[in-house]
């Protein structure tokens, strides 16, 4: 069974800079995998950030970055500011049609 | 403005049926790709099925495998999801998205809708 791993949660201080991961249990996630990043806050639908590994979507600021770090995709955000705070989630493209999202980290800007 | 609303939630007993609706709007619905997506209550999201333009071509996750088919009618700019044989663990909120082409995954997303299977 595919696992999509990312950190539970992160703490990150307003201005701060902190990244997030997304890995395979089961290998390297590579460009190939599509990954793409989105945003959720409670009782919100996701907005999506960031599509095929570091395309930001119209509208998203800068400071949010995506790339692949080692064996993983990862979401890097500079400048935090507070209204970042929420639930971030990664999804991978599997081939034939199939997609597995991430466990999902919990961002706190404090 | 690219929009989509979803409908056909509600509350449905374990082994029952269905049909949840999304409604399109702001773009030329039958050059994408459609997703649902859900997400149980306190859970992350999960992916749930994709369907290609035409509809010729649909894709979904082992949980739903056999009961749940996605479905489209591009004359109507509507995306359908039909669910069968409910169980518990299909509470969720059920989002439509729309799929930029294969592999991009999602890059616009609905308000939800919610389905809760109880008795």
């Known amino acids: 069974q595919t696992v999509v791993t990312q950190e539970p949660s992160f703490s990150v201080s307003p201005g701060g800079t902190v990244t997030l991961t997304c890995g395979l249990n089961?290998?390297?996630?590579?460009?190939?995998?599509?990954p793409s990043w989105y945003q959720q806050t409670p009782g919100q639908a996701p907005r999506t950030l960031i599509s095929?590994?570091?395309t930001r979507s119209s509208g998203v600021p800068d400071r949010f970055s995506g790339s692949i770090l080692g064996n993983k995709a990862a979401l890097t955000i500079t400048g935090a500011q507070a209204d970042d705070e929420s639930d971030y989630y990664c999804?991978?493209?599997?081939?034939?049609?199939?997609?597995?999202f991430g466990t999902g980290t919990k961002v706190t800007v404090l | 403005e690219v929009q989509l609303v979803e409908s056909g939630g509600g509350l449905v007993q374990p082994g029952g049926s269905l049909r949840l609706s999304c409604a399109a709007s702001?773009?030329?619905?039958?050059?994408?790709?459609m997703h649902w997506v859900r997400q149980s209550p306190g859970k992350g999201l999960m992916w749930v099925s994709r369907?290609?333009?035409?509809?010729?071509?649909?894709t979904y996750a082992d949980s739903v495998k056999g009961r749940f088919t996605i479905s489209r009618d591009n004359a109507k700019n509507m995306l359908y999801l039909q669910m069968n044989s409910l169980r518990a663990e299909d509470t969720a909120v059920y989002y439509c998205?729309?799929?930029?082409?294969?592999?991009?995954?999602?890059?616009?997303w609905g308000q939800g809708t919610t389905v809760t299977v109880s008795s």
């Open positions: 089961s290998g390297s996630v590579s460009t190939s995998y599509y």
């Open positions: 702001g773009f030329t619905f039958s050059t994408y790709f």
């Open positions: 999804v991978l493209y599997m081939g034939s049609g199939i997609y597995v």
């Open positions: 998205a729309r799929g930029p082409d294969s592999y991009y995954g999602m890059d616009v």
């Open positions: 369907v290609n333009g035409d509809g010729s071509d649909t």
């Open positions: 095929n590994t570091n």
